[in-house]
């Protein structure tokens, strides 16, 4: 089982950046894929990017790509998403998420494939 904590929302106008964390309790945090998550109020929580337990393989949202990056540092057990360029679209809680998978270069978009969930962070634009 693993536990995940958020952090690095806030408040940021349009065009700026942000860096969120995912912070993973246990030891076989390498064994886990990872995804964020973000549901902005009255939608259904939707994909923006994913990693794989190994790290070589991401996968993005069609919204944010080119504009974020997923990475995780597997020493730290923590992993990130940097948002650059940020729109007031983009106005959203952001969840992480992890899946146990044997596979190190497996990838997982799908919410409902993921069974750890942090509590998620608040991240918002303006214009």
């Known amino acids: 089982q693993v536990q995940l904590v958020e952090s690095g929302g806030g408040l940021v106008q349009a065009g700026g950046s942000l860096r969120l964390s995912c912070a993973a309790s246990?030891?076989?945090?390498?064994?886990?894929?990872m995804g964020w998550f973000r549901q902005a109020p009255g939608k259904e929580r939707e994909f923006v990017a994913s990693i794989s337990p190994s790290g070589p393989r991401t996968a993005y949202a069609d919204s944010v790509k080119g504009r974020f990056t997923v990475s995780r540092d597997n020493a730290k057990n923590t992993a990130y998403l940097q948002m650059n360029s940020l729109k007031p679209e983009d106005t959203a809680v952001y969840y992480c998420a992890a899946k146990s998978s044997v596979f190190g270069s497996k990838l997982f978009v799908r919410k409902d494939e993921y069974a750890y969930w942090g509590q998620g962070t608040q991240v918002t634009v303006s214009s």
């Open positions: 246990g030891r076989t945090f390498s064994s886990y894929a």
